[in-house]
């Protein structure tokens, strides 16, 4: 059986199969993912508005907003920095280890949080191979800020090299070299060819890795020693509330991640609109090609 067009029929193009399809997506999709939301928020305020403020005005609570907040306001910038500064160098210039360098990139994606966690307590613990030398230096990497950063930059380091490598791929490196036999330097190539081209892309792998850091729980369950008002970031702060029976303080902690989420889907929205979106440059799960020059 053909179209009229001459086409053979799709997968899909009857309209009982078409909605039996849809139908089972939005059903699977409201289970999985708007029921899970709902309930967050219906628990959160199940003991009334008041116990929903008193839980987030709780010293330990508040500690844990300040913790995440300020975890992401050092890990977010650096890798933000070293996902454009890895797009660049992959798709700029061709140097001997250029694929070693994409599989780097890859490694968080292919690795558990906890194994990675696990990791760093051989690399900065007290028994692992700089643990020594930074104890008798005074200084503190895990159980503290700093090992709680650098667990959380770890996890989320692929994001923004992710979404520029294969869009500054597909753009090429004409106008760059234009611009550089124009005489502009390589600073003003950047900010005026580069970035212009780049930023929605840019700013949709930000707001990915924002979110990623302020919910990862992980990697920096291990490293921070989840010592309640001391490193608790906010998803540690939600676990022992729900270990301490108080589930309605834990649904109350984690409506603030749910609200980052839905925050961080409207931002995606909208930076898809923008030019950002899949649809307007190369596939995430393709393979990543080298440029040619």
């Known amino acids: 059986m053909r179209h009229a067009t001459g086409r053979p ?14 139908g089972l997506v939005l059903i699977t999709g409201a289970l999985l993912i708007l029921a899970p939301l709902l309930v ?20 330990d609570t508040r500690h844990a907003i300040f913790l995440t907040v300020a975890t992401a ?8 920095i070293f996902g454009v500064a890895a797009a660049w160098a992959v798709t700029k210039y061709d140097f001997w280890g250029r694929r070693f360098l994409i599989v780097i990139i890859e490694i968080p994606f292919s690795i558990s949080p906890i194994v990675a966690g696990v990791a760093y307590l051989f690399v900065y613990g007290l028994q692992g191979l ?47 070299e234009a611009a550089t036999s124009l005489g502009a330097s390589g600073w003003r190539t950047f ?10 892309a840019l700013l949709y792998g930000v ?17 921070s020693g989840n010592i309640r008002g001391q490193t608790n970031t906010l998803p540690l702060h939600i676990e022992l509330l729900y270990h301490d029976y108080n589930s309605v303080g834990a649904f109350a902690a984690a409506s603030i991640l ?24 190369p596939a995430l799960a393709a393979p990543i090609v080298e440029a040619k020059p």
Do not use: H
Not at 191 to 200: A, D, E, Q, R, Y
């Open 73 to 80: 306001l050092i890990a977010v910038p650096i890798n933000t």
């Open 130 to 176: 700089f643990g020594p030398m930074l104890q008798s230096a005074e200084i503190k990497v895990l159980f503290a800020l700093p090992g709680i950063v650098l667990a959380s930059m770890f996890v989320t380091a692929p994001f923004v090299a992710r979404e520029l490598i294969p869009l500054m791929q597909a753009q090429g490196r004409d106008l760059e």
């Open 40 to 59: 967050i928020g219906v628990q959160a305020f199940s003991m009334g508005v008041g116990y929903f403020g008193a839980t987030i005005a709780n010293p």
């Open 258 to 281: 749910a609200l980052l989420a839905v925050v961080t889907i409207i931002a995606k929205v909208l930076l898809e609109r923008q030019g950002a979106g899949r649809r307007s440059r």
């Open 9 to 22: 029929p799709r997968i899909g193009d009857r309209p009982a199969i078409r909605r039996t399809l849809i």
């Open 191 to 200: 900010f005026s060819v580069t970035l212009p081209n780049i930023k929605w």
């Open 207 to 223: 707001v990915l890795c924002n979110a990623r850091v302020m919910g990862e729980f992980g990697a920096v369950s291990v490293v």
